[in-house]
């Protein structure tokens, strides 16, 4: 077992090693909210562990400043404890390609 990067990283995928395209959302949320941010490090100084008691916990990140809330809305979906719930990729692009469209 390699190293897991636990800041992008679903919760269900650290605690039982299962990866799917749901724990991919999750991670993709995160990269999100990177790209919103402009490069700012998820969880700032946080450890690991602050990082996984947090999450488990319920804590999201915050809309990056000037960040659409219709983006931070995506974000926290991609986020969703249940991983059932998160968006499926082609729901997330259909969301972005009206935010962009969208006057």
């Known amino acids: 077992g390699g190293k897991i990067p636990v800041r992008w990283t679903a919760p269900e995928a650290i605690r039982y090693r299962k990866f799917s ?19 700012e490090r998820p969880y700032w100084t946080w450890d690991n562990f602050q990082v996984m008691d947090r999450v488990e916990g319920g804590y ?29 990729f082609a729901d997330i692009v259909r969301r972005l390609d009206e935010v962009i469209r969208s006057p």
């Open 21 to 39: 395209s749901a724990s991919d959302v999750w991670s993709y949320g995160i990269l999100l909210w990177e790209i919103m941010s402009f490069g």
């Open 60 to 88: 999201r990140l915050p809309a990056p400043m000037k960040c659409p809330k219709v983006i931070h809305n995506l974000m926290l979906d991609c986020w969703d404890k249940e991983k059932t719930s998160r968006p499926k």
